[in-house]
Structure formats: structure tokens, C-alpha cells
């Protein structure tokens, strides 16, 4: 991270920026699309909204390629990771794009080299009290 990352605005609120949902798009991504291309697959093809607070996470044919696509009050943010080695664990699917919604946890995995279907995870338990 270099320090004009570190001091400028838009990187720290980036960073505190937190998804209401993460979809996987499954199937293989061509990494030429840019936000509007991006786009159109999240609107056209998906049928999903673009301006919610979800993060649309978008993979290509190599596994090597990432981008996570989402909105921000007045504008899009698109994050891009290339790996120098290994390939990420893209859960296997058809071509034709779905959407695959995951748990933020999920994407952590997927982001640290680990298959987002993990089958050894915790589950979240809900109805809880204190006595």
C-alpha cells in the first residue's frame, strides 16, 4: 500500500464500505468489460439491481481474475485482483451467467484461496437468548 492509498479519502472509504449482499456471477467473465459492461449482465442478464448495496463479484475463464462490482451514493466502484500464482476456488457452473448469493464470510474465503462452499464452516445461529 503506498502512503498516497493510505491518506486518500476515497481508499479509506473504501474500505469501511460493507455489502448488504455478495453475488458470485458464475460462469466465466471476459475481463475487457469495464463498469458498463459489468453492468450490463448484472441488469440485463441477472435481473438484479445494480444500485443496491450488493457487491457483484465477477470471474474469468483462468481463475486468475477477479472483479467486484458495486454502488457507492452517487457513483461505481470496481475492484480488480489478478493472482501472480494459483487460481482462485470458483465454485464450477455453466457459462451462462447465475447468480450465486454468498455470505460476506464467503467472499473472504474466496478472496484467502478457499472454496466459498466450504463444508466445515460454523453455522450462524439465530433465536438465541440470554438467561
Known amino acids: 500500500m503506498t502512503t498516497r492509498q493510505k491518506t486518500s479519502p476515497h481508499f479509506k472509504a473504501a474500505k469501511m464500505l460493507s455489502p448488504t449482499q455478495v453475488y458470485l456471477v458464475t460462469g466465466i467473465t471476459d475481463m475487457r468489460k469495464s463498469i458498463n459492461g459489468l453492468l450490463a ?49 470458483w465454485p464450477q457452473y455453466d457459462e451462462t451467467p447465475c447468480a450465486m448469493h454468498i455470505e460476506e464470510r464467503q467472499l473472504q474465503w474466496l478472496l484467502s484461496g478457499l472454496p466459498v462452499t466450504n463444508s466445515t464452516k460454523h453455522h450462524r445461529l439465530t433465536g438465541l437468548s440470554v438467561m
Open 41 to 89: 449482465i448484472v441488469d440485463n442478464e441477472l435481473s438484479l439491481d445494480s444500485l443496491s448495496k450488493a457487491w457483484f463479484v465477477f470471474c474469468n475463464r483462468g481463475r486468475d481474475k477477479l472483479k467486484i462490482l458495486f454502488w457507492d451514493t452517487n457513483g461505481f466502484w470496481l475492484y480488480y485482483s489478478r493472482l501472480e500464482q494459483g487460481r482462485f476456488q
